[in-house]
C-alpha cells in the first residue's frame, strides 16, 4: 500500500528563478557592493562623525564667505581714504596753479618781465611751502661736503684752493626729503683741487 500511495503520489518540480542561481547567467554589474557591518554604537559614532564634518564644511564657508566680505569692504574702505588724501594733496596745487595764471595774466596786461618774474618767484614761495607743509624739505647740500647718501655727482668742478677738494661747488638740481626719508637726490658738481 505505501509503494502504491508513493506511485499516486504526484511528483513535485521546483524551477529556481533565483538570478544567482544560475552563475552563467549572473551579471555582474547589478551585484550590489558588499557594505560592511559594524556594531550598533559604530554605526552611530560613525554618523555622528558625519554629522560633525558637514556642519564643519557649513561653518568654514560661512567664515570664508565672511572673510571675502570683509575684505571687500576693507578694500573699499582703503580706496576711499586713498581719494580723500589724494584730494587734500591736490588741493594746495590748485592754489599754486591760480597763482602761476594770476603770474601770466599780469605779466600780459602790463608788458613787463619784472612784474612776470615776481609773480613767477611769489608763486614759487608758495609753492614751497605748500610742500613743507606735507614734509619736503629742500636738501641744503652747496659748500658742503659731497655726500653720496643725499647727492648724485654728475661732473667734478676744477678749484684752487684744497680745502674747497670734495666740496659740493654746483647744484644742478635740488634734492628733497620727506619726512626724514629720501625723495630726490640733489645734482652736483664736486671740487676737484689740482685737476
Not at 552563475?23 to 547589478?30: A, Q, T
Not at 558637514?54 to 572673510?67: M, S, T, V, W, Y
Not at 588741493?91 to 612776470?116: I, T
Amino acid at each position: 500500500m505505501d509503494k502504491e500511495r508513493l506511485e499516486e503520489t504526484p511528483q513535485f518540480q521546483v524551477v529556481d528563478k533565483r538570478k544567482f542561481a544560475n552563475l552563467d547567467e549572473l551579471d555582474m554589474s547589478e551585484v550590489p557592493e558588499e557594505q560592511p557591518r559594524y556594531p550598533t554604537y559604530v554605526e552611530e559614532l560613525t554618523a555622528r562623525m558625519k554629522e560633525t564634518e558637514r556642519q564643519f564644511q557649513e561653518k568654514k564657508q560661512q567664515i570664508d564667505e565672511e572673510i571675502g566680505r570683509a575684505r571687500a569692504r576693507l578694500e573699499a574702505d582703503y580706496g576711499r581714504k586713498l581719494d580723500i588724501e589724494r584730494q587734500k594733496l591736490a588741493l594746495p596745487f590748485l592754489e599754486v596753479l591760480d597763482n602761476l595764471q594770476r603770474a601770466m595774466d599780469a605779466g600780459r596786461q602790463s608788458g613787463s618781465v619784472e612784474s612776470l618774474l615776481e609773480g613767477v618767484g611769489m608763486t614759487a614761495h608758495l609753492f614751497l611751502s605748500k610742500l613743507q607743509a606735507i614734509g619736503v624739505e629742500a636738501i641744503p647740500v652747496l659748500d658742503q661736503p659731497f655726500d653720496p647718501n643725499i647727492g648724485q655727482a654728475v661732473g667734478m668742478a676744477p678749484v684752487t684752493e684744497p680745502d674747497r677738494d670734495g666740496v659740493v661747488v654746483e647744484e644742478l638740481q635740488t634734492g628733497y626729503t620727506m619726512q626724514g626719508q629720501l625723495l630726490r637726490p640733489a645734482q652736483v658738481r664736486v671740487g676737484r683741487f689740482g685737476a
